[in-house]
């Protein structure tokens, strides 16, 4: 059976101090402090090494800029998501129309789990997800699906991530946002005590 949902270009970078900021940069960053700087700029470089691998050709040259929401803007007919945790920084991209979440959590957050199965679950899901571990699973899932659809969600709406479905048990998974009418797969990895979740739609 074809894959729907290829695995889009991926880079993963360490977050170091920055030597030297790119100037088309400078402006936006010079006035954060050394450790917010050093994770956007590597969140950028892997941006864009992952669209230099997807493929986007003189569009990987071009400054990925800020929307207001902090959110990457990405270059004219292309999309991505950028993460960050600890001392890496991960992005993946892929042509428009499509859209892409990633998140990464570390699985150590023992003592952030039940916070976050207040913030993300719903009802019938705080069974299905009874481990800390699976708690902040389904937490960066639905991280990613936030990230791949923010832009079309109501910032007046607060609680959104309960609003998300999850569908464990096939790979990929499926997930859904039904009040904006979205469904998509999601994918996750796990290693070296981290979850890495892809959402595509």
């Known amino acids: 059976m074809r894959d729907l949902h290829p695995l889009p270009a991926g880079a993963l970078v360490p977050i170091r101090a920055a030597a030297d900021c790119p100037p088309a940069y400078v402006g936006l960053v010079d006035a954060w402090g050394a450790r917010r700087r050093d994770t956007f700029l590597a969140g950028r470089r892997a941006a864009h090494r992952a669209l230099v691998r997807a493929g986007a050709g003189a569009a990987a040259e071009l400054p990925i800029g800020r929307l207001e929401s902090g959110a990457p803007l990405w270059p004219e007919g292309w999309t991505g998501a950028i993460t960050h945790h600890g001392a890496r920084a991960m992005a993946v991209a892929g042509p428009r129309p499509g859209r892409l979440g ?63 479905a999850l569908t464990p048990g096939t790979e990929p998974g499926r997930i859904a946002w039904a009040a904006l009418g979205r469904f998509g797969a999601l994918r996750q990895w796990v290693c070296a005590g981290l979850v890495v979740s892809l959402c595509q739609m």
């Open 102 to 164: 990633l998140d990464m959590e570390g699985l150590g957050r023992v003592g952030t789990a039940a916070a976050a199965a207040r913030l993300c679950l719903s009802g019938p899901e705080r069974a299905r997800f009874a481990t800390p571990a699976d708690v902040i699973r389904a937490f960066s899932a639905k991280e990613a699906v936030f990230k791949a659809l923010s832009d079309l969600a109501d910032p007046a709406q607060r609680f959104w991530l309960p609003d998300i």
